[in-house]
């Protein structure tokens, strides 16, 4: 039977314990200020970065980029740059190694030497080793020691399936490698025994992730079905030789599925019965308890343990960031002592249900060891039953302590090159220079009484994102409760398909003599729904309605006008998941994107309800006898023509900017997004929206909409679209139509032909990534879209051969299909056009990847080409399809010629890690949008206002502070308030 005992009867021994290895763990400090002056240069610099912000930051920087940089001259240059920051205050050591002028000189060189020997050093005390022969040496050393072992095979990112199967192949030659020299190393009972059972001497840690490439919590079934195969494949090599495997936890995202497809295999017949496998627990997530509690039950089911390995957590920095940009609540602790004593609760649960699950507790805290050491002591938890873990490099007095008290400790120890190490290294160097890390308080000899103290709890308020304006959370599909409503969203909407719409005119659904049919690009057979088209009179009627109504709508209170579109923003939002499925099957973009749409158009309705009131106080310039008073009245009416590829969010996006402002709208949508068009007018009328105000007008463009540009009473079109159609309404709204009283104003966005330049120092990790998203995203419909990628010659042939793998490895299919990654284009004439462009592609450049397509749909191929020349066809006109020109240069100046050497200038993106490239990129990238490391793709209103100029429009950008400043005519009135000479003088008695 399992004994429970209350956890204050374990606090005598916990302190006593950790006492104990305290003091094995400390040296006399007369001896460590001795070594703090002899210190190697790696370990000042991780001194100088404890005690300065601005240089840790920086530092780890430059170590991040290191392992890319190529000689001593790009070393020393960025060493230079990166402490060069004004945040970094520089100790003498560090400024007399900086003092040089050119990157090329010898100071220069001894000094990349130098730093670049230093920061190696540092990597290979927290890496066993680059290679497996290495690495044995590392574990005969540690087994020496009466140490266990796992390895780790570094690498953070796997983005191609390539790169899945190599990971999977690599273990495979580790475990025989480990497995073969285990059979020379004699056996240490307190590590390779318990309880006359022999355990496996080789243990290695993998990543669930690393399996498959396009590991997604929002396809849950399909990632499982992927990874199984290869998990069983690795299960069973290890097996025959005696190996163990335990699977490591890695982001939040990946949680619940890591837990569930390994639950799932391990309850399988061929598995149910081994013992030498496990899992991972994350002391730092609050629902952890919730977890270890279901493992528990589980594994009563099962019937046979595993070993749970308890760790504090690793990535707390980038969950935290990832929950405040999406608005999403924080799942993890924000004090590290309520992630203590959360870590201490579970560590009791796990290891007072022995029996079930063995326990593996990971920490470099003594008190945390210590009361591990005192709840098993107390317990009698059998030797099987428990051990204790470390990092490699980390600890390590601890761990020889710990040993000398006859536990079993095993370390955990990553192998492999640097470049992909580097990231594990930052985590590990984050970790120690923290001012709460244990190791640093206690390489500090704070007071002992404060080291092993309970964790202390204060009462904690969650951190929020520090911006103006709350954006609309996107939804987080790794909830299986939110994926089950979108899923279930998907089922309703399609039992409502094939209805019909009509206008809105004057309030009233009028009856058209044609219609249009939009049809599911996925599936062409399909009809979403039949749209009724207004013909020229109904064009007039709807503005003469709009005409009528203006007066009121004008005076209409803002703070009313406002209400209205906060409230279609609350409509939105419970439907969200229903606007998603709509987007989904009318203009086939994937479930997810669709979803982000649906925040911006909520984004939208309130910013710019925001916004108005804001605008609405204008200006006071009064002074003595005379008051000033600047403000703004609406323009008239407005036209908004909408297009396909944002059908929600750029629609609600000038439809609400114009009725914020006052000004009665009409909204004609692109045909292939009327039905979504459609939605938006049903949310407006239900929010409020007096007829005539807003009226929704589907029609021919260019009949219908030709006609409402040119009508003399129209004031303003807004216009997302097409350079040729923009540049058409540009010229006609020009023209002075007969009995037309006033200039016409244009807000036109007309696409772009964006670049991404990559250069030597990217991380191409995130670089690949970056471009495969921006690239092929939407198949390449967005107007933001990536659709040239400018490589610096060094960085060329890796980045290219990545670049195609990834995309081999995208998901090609309906939209609908959570495993889709790169859906249809919109319909047949767009595919026609992309295909065009490919055969031009072929003749002026070269082919390097066209991939399988669907038999049916309005699919097109991602399709890269290279060799490309910046003046080819497919490098400067917009192709809107999932097509990228790859394009050499020789410098970064070239590169950026290169990017601006286009009509467009919408957006870009630089992937870097050069301080001068990134601040010359600032300075010089023609563009409205510019993305340093990230996508290009997905602005956020407020936080990214977006658009261009060139010839990528006109007007200020969507979701800024300038936007509605278009839809408004200022106007000033000064009065004179003397009355015979007499007036109030401010400040005058």
């Keep these: 039977m399992v004994v429970q005992i209350p956890s204050s009867n374990y606090e005598a021994k916990t302190q006593e314990i950790a006492k104990e290895l305290i003091a094995a763990t400390r040296e006399k400090r007369s001896l460590f200020g001795q070594m703090r002056d002899q210190m190697r240069l790696e ?10 912000p601005g240089l840790r930051y920086q530092l780890f920087s430059f170590i991040d980029c290191l392992p890319a940089l190529r000689s001593k001259t790009e070393i020393a240059r960025h060493f230079q740059e990166y402490m060069s920051d004004e945040s970094v205050e520089l100790p003498d050591a560090l400024k007399k190694i900086l003092n040089f002028a050119d990157a090329s000189s010898p100071p220069a060189q001894i000094a990349a030497t130098t730093v670049e020997q230093a920061v190696k050093t540092l990597a290979y005390k927290y890496i066993a ?3 497996i022969p290495k690495v044995i040496k590392t574990i005969e050393r540690l087994r020496k020691d009466k140490m266990a072992f796992t390895i780790d095979l570094l690498g953070e990112a796997v983005i191609t399936e390539s790169e899945a199967q190599s990971y999977q192949q690599r273990y495979a030659e580790l475990i025989e490698a480990l497995s073969d020299a285990a059979k020379g190393w004699s056996t240490i009972p307190q590590i390779d025994e318990a309880e006359g059972e022999a355990l496996p001497k080789v243990q290695v840690s993998v990543k669930l992730t690393a399996f498959y490439s396009q590991f997604d919590p929002f396809d849950p079934e399909g990632s499982k079905v992927k990874v199984r195969d290869r998990v069983r494949s690795l299960l069973r090599h290890a097996k025959t030789l005696g190996a163990a495997i335990h699977f490591d936890m890695e982001q939040y995202e990946y949680k619940d599925m890591t837990l569930a497809i390994l639950k799932e295999l391990l309850m399988e017949e061929e598995f149910r019965d081994r013992t030498d496998i496990g899992m991972t627990i994350q002391g730092y997530l609050r629902d952890s308890q919730e977890d270890l509690q279901g493992l528990i039950e589980w594994a009563k089911k099962r019937g046979n343990p595993i070993t749970i390995r308890l760790v504090k957590g690793a990535y707390w920095d980038q969950e935290t960031i990832q929950s405040i940009q999406n608005h999403w609540k924080q799942p993890v602790y924000n004090q590290k002592a309520a992630t203590d004593a959360n870590y201490e609760a579970l560590m009791e649960l796990l290891l007072e249900n022995h029996e079930y699950l063995y326990a593996a507790i990971g920490s470099h805290n003594v008190r945390t060891q210590a009361k591990a050491a005192a709840i098993a002591e107390t317990l009698q938890i059998p030797p099987r039953r428990f051990e204790m873990q470390v990092l490699y490099g980390m600890g390590d007095r601890l761990a020889k302590a710990l040993v000398k008290r006859g536990h079993r400790v095993r370390v955990y120890a990553p192998y492999g090159d ?8 930052i985590r590990r160097l984050l970790e120690n220079t923290a001012n709460s890390s244990f190791l640093r308080q206690n390489m500090e000899e704070r007071p002992i009484e404060d080291l092993i103290a309970p964790p202390k709890v204060e009462e904690e308020s969650p951190l929020i994102a520090k911006t103006a304006f709350p954006n609309a959370a996107d939804t987080d599909y790794a909830d299986a409760d939110l994926r089950r409503q979108a899923k279930q969203a998907l089922v309703r909407v399609r039992h409502s398909l094939g209805k019909t719409y009509l206008p809105l005119i004057n309030g009233e659904f009028v009856q058209t003599e044609s219609t249009l049919d939009s049809v599911n690009p996925s599936n062409p057979t399909e009809i979403v729904g039949t749209i009724g088209q207004i013909d020229l009179s109904q064009a007039d009627e709807a503005i003469a309605a709009a005409k009528a109504a203006f007066p009121a709508w004008r005076d209409t209170p803002v703070q009313k006008r406002a209400r209205i579109l906060r409230k279609a923003a609350e409509i939105m939002e419970s439907r ?3 606007l998603s499925a709509w987007t989904c099957l009318e203009v086939g973009k994937i479930i997810p994107q669709a979803d982000a749409e649906v925040s911006e158009a909520i984004d939208f309705c309130r910013y710019y309800a925001d916004e108005m009131e804001r605008l609405e106080k204008g200006y006071n310039y009064d002074l003595a006898g005379e008051t000033n008073r600047y403000f703004y009245q609406p323009r008239g009416i407005a036209i908004v023509i909408s297009p396909w590829n944002f059908p929600l969010a750029i629609a609600t996006g000038m439809t609400v900017a114009a009725l914020a402002t006052g000004n009665c709208t009409l909204l004609k949508p692109a045909a292939p997004s009327s039905v979504i068009a459609a939605k938006i007018a049903e949310i407006l009328v239900e929010a409020g929206i007096p007829k005539g105000a807003f009226q929704y007008v589907p029609g021919k463009g260019s009949t219908a909409g030709n006609h409402l540009v040119q009508h003399p009473d129209v004031h303003l079109i807004a216009f997302t679209g097409s350079q040729e159609v923009g540049c058409h309404i540009y010229a006609e709204a020009a023209k002075l139509q007969p009995g037309q009283k006033h200039l016409k104003r244009v807000i036109a966005e007309m696409g772009g032909k964006n670049g991404i330049i990559i250069d030597e120092s990217a991380d191409l ?19 933001s879209a990536c659709s040239r990628v400018i490589v610096l010659e060094p960085a060329y042939d890796a980045f290219v051969q990545r670049l195609v793998e990834a995309t081999k490895s995208l998901n090609i299919g309906s939209a609908e299909n959570p495993s889709t990654t790169v859906g249809p284009v919109v319909d047949e004439k767009a595919r026609d056009r992309v295909l065009q462009y490919i055969e031009q592609g072929k003749q002026e450049s070269t082919l390097a990847l066209e991939l399988p397509i669907p038999d049916t749909g309005y699919f097109v191929s991602p399709t890269l080409f290279t060799d490309v020349s910046p003046n080819a066809t497919i490098a400067q006109e917009e192709i809107f399809g999932p097509v990228v020109a790859i394009i050499k240069a020789k410098t970064f100046e070239e590169a950026l010629d290169i990017a601006n050497g286009t009509n467009y200038a919408l957006t870009g993106g630089l992937y870097s890690r050069t301080p001068s490239h990134i601040e010359q990129a600032y300075k010089r990238f023609e563009v409205g949008n510019l993305y340093i490391n990230r996508t290009i793709t997905g602005a956020i209103v407020s936080r990214q206002p977006f658009g261009g100029f060139k010839l990528s429009g006109v007007g200020s950008k969507a979701g800024g502070p300038d936007y509605l400043l278009q ?10 308030i003397q009355r015979q000479g007499f007036a109030p003088i401010e400040g005058a008695e």
């Design 765 to 783: 990790d995130q670089a690949v990534a970056g471009v495969v998203y921006s690239a092929f995203g939407y198949t390449g419909q967005k107007c």
């Design 967 to 976: 839809f408004l005519e200022p106007r000033h009135v000064t009065e004179n």
């Design 129 to 131: 080793g680059e290679s």
């Design 418 to 425: 640097l470049l992909p190490g580097m990231s594990y290294l």
């Design 576 to 578: 969200r998941h229903e």
């Design 43 to 52: 370990e000042k610099l991780l001194d100088w970065a404890m005690g300065n």
